[in-house]
C-alpha cells in the first residue's frame, strides 16, 4: 500500500481518504487525497533530467607564480551544465567568485575558466583582484569549484 507522512493510505475504492493541513490555532484545510495529488501534479514540476551537484577542491595555487591551473573533474564532458569556482585568499578571510565582476570597468575582475573533456583551466587575469599577495600562499586549498552536471 501507498505510504504518506509514514501513514498507510487504504486503496480501498468504496472510501474516499482525506488530508488535513494546519498548524495550531488555525482552521485546518481537509482535503480528499485524490484532489490533493491532483493539485500537486498541476502545481509542481519536475525535471525528467535534474542535476547532481559535486564540489571538486581546486588545490595549491599560488595565483601571482601561476596565472592558471589545471583540474580534473572526472565526468562525461556533455553531462556538465554549470561551473563555478570560488577562491579562497591566504587568510582565509574572504570567498571570492573567480569570475568576479568589477562594476568600474565593465569588465571580470577576477578571471575564467574553460573546460574540456577531462579538466577545468582556470585562469586569472593579469593586475586583477586575484593578481596580489593576498593570493599567493600555498600548502593548502585555494578553493573549491562547484560543478552541476546530469547523470
Known amino acids: 500500500m501507498p505510504r504518506l507522512f509514514e501513514q498507510t493510505i487504504d486503496n480501498d475504492p468504496t472510501t474516499t481518504n482525506r488530508i488535513s493541513f494546519g498548524r495550531a490555532g488555525f482552521p485546518t484545510l481537509n482535503m480528499a487525497l485524490s484532489s490533493f ?3 500537486l ?3 509542481l514540476s519536475f525535471s525528467s533530467n535534474p ?3 559535486t ?25 556538465i551544465r554549470t561551473v563555478e569556482a570560488m577562491i ?3 587568510a582565509g578571510t574572504e570567498l571570492a567568485l573567480l569570475k568576479s565582476w568589477d562594476a568600474s570597468s565593465l569588465r571580470i575582475n ?3 575558466g574553460i573546460i ?15 593578481d596580489d599577495i593576498a593570493y599567493d600562499a600555498t600548502s593548502y586549498n585555494r578553493g573549491w569549484i562547484t560543478i552541476k552536471y546530469i547523470p
Open 37 to 39: 495529488l491532483t493539485w
Open 41 to 43: 501534479n498541476n502545481n
Open 51 to 53: 542535476t547532481i551537484e
Open 55 to 79: 564540489i571538486i577542491e581546486i588545490g595549491d595555487w599560488d595565483m601571482v607564480a601561476d596565472d592558471s591551473i589545471v583540474v580534473a573533474h572526472g565526468l562525461t564532458f556533455t553531462k
Open 88 to 90: 579562497i585568499n591566504d
Open 110 to 112: 577576477g578571471g575564467e
Open 116 to 130: 574540456d573533456a577531462t579538466n577545468i583551466v582556470l585562469e586569472r587575469r593579469a593586475a586583477a583582484l586575484f
